[in-house]
């Protein structure tokens, strides 16, 4: 079921973003995030050997200060779908912690002259560091606590492809919202776009004043997740599991585990949804996150790709290309 | 020979918060001292034998600023002339510096070593602190009694919390006997993010509040302030001690200040610019020149601090002056080290309290000068015939924006904020030790 039905026949634009740089989804505006999930839209149906090879001759480099698979391969496809080259980069935090600035080596990969560089970082606002000091154009891959812009767009395609709308959907994020980026970029590009955004987290993993952000907090899974139409979870990590965030693995599941009696107070349609990597049995019971009818997971990683390539050629015209 | 001929500053407005005097005058300097101090007739003067004029018309004349809180590198020849002369820019006549140092002061010989370096007829003055606890490990108390024959003006782990109760009793109980007060710098460190559940060891970057939770910052929440404060204020009665505060930043923290205070406890307290200048919506776009300890507050704490100063709550306004390498600073914001350039920008922002209409200016200038040196015991010359000819002469209403290109230390927090008021002359034993462009002599006929 495709929702953007009056471009079935019509190609989309590129789509073009005010700003040279993907840092966040906080302070996009709404006509951005429509025309990134449009054009993303045609590259998830396109057939791969179809596609315009509009990237050709520009370099992408990949510059991950964090382990990751999925993401950083997901990127290197779209790059590679779109005609760039593309290099990966797996910086070792460790040579970085002794002593190498993190600018020195921006400034190395910015003496390769890429036209994009795509970088996870472990801390909050370095891809905003990055955009300072380098002349091209950055896509935040997930910044500490702050947000992954790429991975709520992909989330809003999926619910878009799946369920025909946003707007005025019931959608709960549930799990650890204080540690999360995903959650926080979510957050933004869902209340932009008209869904009632509700939060649940245990009181420890709620970070301050969330409800300002525009929406409704709850600490009780089963009251916040009545008539939803999504259930987005977030990961639990391992660290978090046991000591003064939440007791145990066991309680945890116990209350903020989603399983199939507490999925039936949902909407009876209502949808899966998890950024992965899941942790089965802690977030989530094992069953459910191998439902096909329910979760959308995998899908999920399909759109990544497809998101990830609108996102990349919208910038590869801007100022910084050469 | 410049200082064999006498200095004459015509019509200056002479301020001494601590004697009450306030009067356009006429100044003359002469060798070491103050010659003679006169109500000024408002003639015009242009010439005078064997003396140098200066038509200080709109000018202002107060003792030097007495600084409670620097941060100094080391006692290196280096960083010593430097803070020195940045210091003398500044108007700072007087400065106390942080145990914080390499070699950490917490001996009374680095205490002699550094009196020793620093020791400057015509350089402003260094003083320092001595440490609470060795290595401020927070267990040990260091041999405060020697240290404090060598001179050291009170107790303080400087940037660190003294944590333990029984520690801060012990040092109140010391410090107490040796008349000397303990600077607490009150920050709870558990509640301020030093999270042993994980396995990492996760810092609280800023405060606590939506705007954290925007930026994906882990948060210090305000009460980490106070919650030290109430427990230390009951320490202090129980041992009798002079406790201080540092850097005050909450709203809480100013009302348990104002009520200790009622209650007559020897508690004192001081708070610098930035917590009455700036808030925390400054992070927004993640600048580390902002990452400050305590962490930037809310505007309400903001304003509470301002109400704190206007009624005596807070007792000084220092700089804490803490310049950092641009290797330190140009980092994400968690890796980034916290704290920032004060000094150039301790006047100019006081006076703000004057320009906006909190205050008059004798009373700013108490803030910076008489409280000082009266809570620590700092000696300060008295402007007055027959007393030492050290003092500063300002142009309260000079306006210029702060340039950080311009400064001498790195980074400011101010970058780009427009100010009126500027240190124009520093003298010391009636040299003058800095003298800035705009303060020109007049042309002897």
Known sequence: MNSFKKFKNLVPPIATLSSPHLLSIEGMPKTEIVSLLERADYFADIQISKIEKTLNGYVILNVFFENSTRTRVSFELAGRRLGAEVINISVNMSSIKKGESLLDTANTLSAMRPDVLIVRHPDSGAPKLFSEYLDCSIVNAGDGRHEHPTQALLDALTIKRRLGRIEGLKIAICGDISNSRVARSNIHLLTTLGAKVRCIAPPTLMPKDLSNLGVDCFDNLEEGIKNTNVVMLLRLQNERMSGTETPSKREYFHYYGLDNKKLGLADSQAVIMHPGPMNRGVEIASNLADDENRSLIKMQVQMGVAIRMAAIESLHNKKYAR | MTNKINILLKSIRVIDPASGFDQISDVI???????????????????????????????????????????????????????????????????????????????????????????????????????????????????????????????????????????????????????????????????????????????????????????????????????????????????????????????????????????????????????????????????????????????VDRLAIIDGIKDGTIDIISSDHHPRSKDTKILPFSSASTGAAGLETLLPLTLGLVHQGYMDISKAIKLITTNPSKIFKIENPKISEGSLASFIIFDPEKPYIINQEKLLSYPTPFNNRPVEGMNLASFIKGKIIYKHDDFRELKNE
């Open chain 2, 29 to 299: 300097v002469k060798g070491e001292k103050i010659f003679s101090l006169k109500k000024s007739n408002g003639k015009k003067i242009n010439k005078c034998i064997n003396s140098i004029i200066y038509d200080c018309n709109n000018l202002i004349l107060c003792s030097g600023i007495v600084d409670t809180r620097v941060h100094l590198n080391g006692p290196t020849e280096e960083s010593i002339s430097k803070i020195q002369s940045i210091a003398a820019k500044s108007g700072v006549l007087k400065l106390v510096t942080l145990p914080n140092q390499n070699p950490v002061v917490d001996d009374a010989t680095v205490v002699e070593y550094l009196y020793e370096k620093s020791k400057n007829k015509y350089m402003p003055e260094i003083l320092t602190y001595g440490c609470a606890t060795k290595q401020f490990n927070g267990t040990e108390i260091t041999e405060l009694g020697l240290m404090s024959e060598a001179g050291v003006l009170g107790f303080t782990d400087g940037i660190h919390c003294i944590q333990d109760s029984l520690v801060m009793r012990r040092v109140m109980s010391y410090a107490s006997m040796l008349k000397k007060p303990v600077i607490q710098h009150a920050e709870d460190r558990s509640l301020a993010g030093l999270n042993k559940s994980t396995m990492t060891t996760v810092q609280g970057e800023m405060n606590e509040s939506e705007i954290s939770t925007r930026l994906g910052l882990v948060g210090i929440p305000s009460c980490a302030e106070v919650i030290i404060i109430e427990r230390d204020l009951r320490i202090a009665k129980l041992t009798n001690a002079h406790y201080h505060i540092s850097n005050v930043s909450t709203k809480e923290s100013i009302e348990v200040l104002r009520k200790a205070k009622a209650q007559g406890l020897n508690v004192t307290c001081d708070t610098s610019p930035a917590y009455f200048c700036l808030n925390e919506l400054e992070l927004s776009s993640y600048n580390t020149a902002f990452k400050l300890s305590p962490p930037l507050r809310s505007e």
